[in-house]
């Protein structure tokens, strides 16, 4: 194998290892959004329920 293909396929390789990476990290900052809006809206919710209770 010819030392400028064998760079070709580490490139492509390395290319791909960095591709899966920010894919990653962009679905994981995408789900840790949807939870963090999950946990402010039941928050919300049980400030809304503590407010009934204290106006009782």
């Known amino acids: 194998m010819e030392f400028s293909a064998m ?3 580490i490139g492509l ?12 990290f962009a679905v994981t ?12 809206e039941a928050l919300a919710r049980h400030k809304d329920q503590q407010d009934r209770r204290a106006r009782r």
């Open 7 to 9: 760079l070709g396929s």
């Open 13 to 24: 390789c390395v290319g791909a290892i960095v591709a899966a990476a920010v894919i990653y």
């Open 29 to 40: 900052a995408i789900k840790g959004k949807k939870a963090e809006r999950k946990e402010r």
